[in-house]
């Protein structure tokens, strides 16, 4: 009977569509990637830089009220400035790096017509390799403010973070805060992972898709600077990228944040559902 049913259906005997493409293995196979290893080491490595800047930069101009003016004054308020001064670009090449090189690095590898081959379904390929690619942008969000966290506490002690608006937070309400703004901060940031992982299997260039969706973050902000645009500016993928600041407030103001929320969420589904529909409609020749 079962070999009847593997003849109709033109499987081979013992293939299950589960079984191809795991998660842990795909995980294990881009944690040992060069590209990712220096990703995150640059990342841990990022807060002591930091710290070597402030270290040798003159520390009394402290007493402003922006964020970097106010980075040495505690453990919660150098990873606010870590994070502040990294979301606008670091970050974004970051997720660009690892959605856009999801299916492009194995069409420029040559490796995508066999893995389809195998056989793995071409829906199940994207999804794999967009949970990796999720995983590991995750793990790299936490992994900056963790760092920047454990090193500020270490230097500058456990002081009250202060908003550019003179709000005092404590340590302990400080740290439930900044673990609100990397929630906010990884889904603002969903719109990019779709634009990459679209990119990426529109192209054979690794470099395109990853290029291509740092450069469309660039615009968006360079845009969203333009005053002239007015209400237009609220339609830009980039305009809530900040929005995560309002937590610091002692009465926080969720409608921003909200906006972004939605804003994201709607973009990440239009160009997921993009990329879905052409990865699935693409003639595979590499």
């Known amino acids: 009977m079962s070999e009847q049913m593997t003849a109709t259906d033109g499987r081979a005997p013992g293939y299950r569509i589960e079984r191809t493409l795991r998660v842990g293995v795909e995980l294990r196979r881009q944690v040992t990637r060069r590209r990712t290893q220096i990703t995150m ?4 490595l990022l ?6 800047a402030f270290t040798l930069g003159d520390s009394s101009s402290t007493e402003g009220g922006s964020f970097v003016d106010r980075a040495t004054t505690g453990g919660l308020g150098f990873t606010v400035f870590t994070l502040f001064a990294s979301i606008g670009f670091l970050l974004v090449v970051v997720v ?17 017509r066999y893995l389809l081959a195998i056989p793995v379904p071409r829906g199940r390929l994207l999804r794999q390799k967009s949970v990796v690619a999720g995983l590991l942008s995750l793990f790299a969000l936490v992994l900056l403010p963790a760092v920047a966290l454990a090193v500020g506490t270490a230097l500058y002690g456990t002081g009250d973070i202060v908003s550019p608006l003179g709000d005092t937070l404590s340590y302990g309400p400080g740290l439930v805060r900044l673990l609100g703004a990397i929630v906010y901060i990884a889904i603002s940031l969903l719109w990019v992972a779709g634009l990459a992982s679209l990119l990426s299997v529109a192209t054979d260039a690794p470099l395109g898709a990853v290029g291509g969706a740092v450069m469309v973050t660039i615009v968006s902000e360079i845009l969203d ?6 209400g237009l500016r ?6 809530h990228a900040y929005a995560w600041t309002a937590l610091l407030s002692t009465d926080v103001d969720w409608s921003r944040m909200a906006w972004g929320t939605l804003s994201s969420l709607i973009y990440a589904t239009v160009f ?4 879905w529909y052409r990865f699935s409609r693409k003639d595979i020749t590499s």
Do not use: C, K, N
């Not at 080491?41 to 841990?44: E, H, R």
């Open 225 to 230: 600077g333009i005053p002239a645009l007015e």
């Open 41 to 44: 080491g640059f990342l841990a």
């Open 234 to 239: 609220d339609y830009l993928p980039t305009h």
């Open 47 to 52: 807060p002591f830089l930091l710290v070597l």
């Open 96 to 112: 660009a790096l690892f959605f856009g090189d999801s299916v492009s690095s194995e069409a420029s590898w040559s490796s995508l």
């Open 272 to 275: 997921g559902a993009a990329a």
